[in-house]
């Protein structure tokens, strides 16, 4: 039978027929709450379930950890109603940002590490992508696969959309970028998508967490806060991890920006320097940093985004050992289709 959802604090109404998840009839619906993998594996559609009963459904622990399932989260695109509910989810309301599908043409491919791109497409002349800083696109592929990137750059400096797209071995669309993609190419795409977006009413200071091409959605939070003068009011420091200082290849950039700007502070983290790095500043796991030199984070807000293990570690360690609230994570996960597939296989 089908069942009444109520999603706060919109109000807005729902019926969720039999055996349905939440996510499926709010987008047959029309109505727009975040989302991302649709498959238990990235975490973008996580809110809060206020009351009522749902089965939780196969899904990855990286996207939603025991902790924050026993704190009344869940994961939309996987839950479906054993009862009437009321939930906690970001209703996108007309006047908001729009999703649109999209071709594009790659303008420039520019080789930044020797597994990181960053590769600049163009709309066509009469759209414009409107977007909150943080937030990504989705590559449509033949045979309705995705692929989904973080917009690298501000909103208002949006002439060409950057993508940071680290290389995956044996990975389908990132093999393609960087063996054979040329300029001018057409692609197509969807977006924006996520909700990894700057929570711009809170005055708590900011620590970001990044691994590798995690930095490409902070960069265009950083960037759009330092424009709005977000930090002159608000503390914000950045971690950036890689295991070699290669990986992080846009260090000059950050290194220019911890001169520059009020109230900003930057700490690179490597793992595996090799001597000839001469490597000389912190050295160990990103979060572990964070740990160390905050070991009371309550009060704070803290948002992540990388490799799948780095966000989870930090949401489990920071929440459990740094009195973190889990209100006050925010991450995107950067899964894959092994990730997603493990998450599918999940009992
Ligand atoms: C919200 C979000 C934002 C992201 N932002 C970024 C970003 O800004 N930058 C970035 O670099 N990455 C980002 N990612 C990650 C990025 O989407 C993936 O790295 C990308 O989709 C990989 O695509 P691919 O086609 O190259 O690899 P895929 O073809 O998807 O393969 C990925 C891995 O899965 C394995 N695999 C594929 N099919 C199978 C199968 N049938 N069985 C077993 N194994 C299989 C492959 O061998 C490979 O190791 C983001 C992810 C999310 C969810
Ligand atoms: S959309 Fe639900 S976990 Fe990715």
Not at 100 to 120: G, N, T, Y
Not at 132 to 152: M, N, P, T, V
């Amino acid at each position: 039978m089908p069942f009444q959802v109520t999603i706060q604090p919109s109000g807005t109404q729902l019926t969720v027929p039999d055996g349905e998840t939440v996510l499926k009839a709010a987008l047959t619906e029309g109505i727009n709450i975040p989302y991302g993998c649709r498959n238990g594996a990235c975490g973008s559609c996580k809110g809060k379930l206020v009351q009522g009963e749902i089965d939780y459904g196969s899904y990855s622990e990286a996207a939603l950890s025991k902790i924050e399932r026993n704190a009344g989260f869940a994961l939309f695109c996987c839950a479906k109603p054993l009862s009437d509910l009321v939930i906690e989810a970001r209703v996108r309301q007309a006047g908001d940002v729009v999703v649109k599908k999209l071709p594009c043409r790659v303008h420039k491919i520019e080789r930044v590490a020797d597994d990181v791109v960053i590769l600049s497409i163009k709309l066509p002349a009469n759209e414009r992508l409107q977007f909150q800083a943080g937030q990504y696109i989705d590559f449509l592929l033949k045979d309705s696969e995705r692929r989904s990137f973080s917009i690298g750059n501000a909103p208002h400096d949006d002439e060409f959309t950057q993508l940071h797209v680290r290389l995956v071995a044996g990975g389908k669309f990132t093999e393609h970028v960087f063996k054979t993609m040329k300029e001018r190419d057409i692609l197509r795409f969807e977006g924006p998508l996520g909700n990894f977006y700057l929570r711009e009413e809170s005055p708590k200071p900011i620590v970001f967490l990044a691994s590798g091409t995690g930095f490409a959605p902070i960069k265009s939070i950083l960037e759009y806060a330092f424009r709005k003068g977000l930090n002159r009011d608000r503390t914000m420091t950045l971690y950036w991890g890689g295991r070699r200082p290669k990986d992080l290849y846009l260090n000059d950039l950050v290194q220019a920006w911890a001169k520059e700007q009020a109230n900003f502070q930057y700490v690179p983290v490597i793992s595996d320097a090799i001597p000839e790095d001469a490597w000389t500043g912190r050295a160990g796991f990103v979060h572990r940093a964070v740990m160390q030199d905050f070991p009371d984070l309550s009060g704070h807000q803290v948002y992540a985004s990388g490799v799948p293990i780095m966000v989870d570690s930090a949401r489990n360690d920071l929440t459990a050992k740094c009195n973190l609230a889990l209100d006050d994570f925010f991450a995107d996960s950067f899964t894959t289709t092994a990730d997603v597939l493990a998450a599918q296989n999940k009992p």
